[in-house]
């Protein structure tokens, strides 16, 4: 089977703070900047299988982090970095499990802004 890479591209106002929230949160790799004139800068950050581009011309509606077991610790240490979550309009009649954890039937989300005001969920598939 060949090998398969996601890419992602999220809005970035501000590239220096943006790198330093992914870099600083999940330890993603900064893989180094691209310049194609002053209106088209873009970073490059490595995680796993995947490669997330900032930029002024990205997307704002959205990045998923799948996380194998226990969501908890992450958002944990994101509070402490003054990140602030939120709950979706869309999940305020579900069942919140802790704080900000929203428990559905396919496992656990939780919600925040990234740096640059763009949403990310945190991710908890449930045990098989």
Do not use: C
């Not at 992602?8 to 501000?14: D, G």
């Not at 656990?108 to 740096?115: N, R, V």
């Amino acid at each position: 089977m060949p090998r398969i890479q996601a890419n992602f591209h999220l809005y970035a106002e501000n590239l220096e703070r943006a790198i330093s929230f992914y870099t600083k949160n999940f330890n993603f790799t900064f893989l180094g900047s691209l310049v194609e004139g002053e209106e088209h800068k873009w970073a490059a950050l490595k995680v796993e299988n995947a490669i997330i581009w900032l930029g002024k011309n990205g997307t704002s509606f959205g990045l998923i982090l799948l996380v194998e077991k226990d969501i908890i610790p992450f958002i944990e240490r994101l509070k402490k970095n003054d990140v602030n979550f939120f709950l979706p309009e869309d999940f305020k009649e579900s069942k919140i499990v802790k704080d900000v954890i929203v428990e559905t039937d396919w496992g656990k989300h939780a919600w925040f802004y990234d740096s640059e005001r763009n949403v990310v969920m945190l991710f908890e598939p449930l045990e098989e």
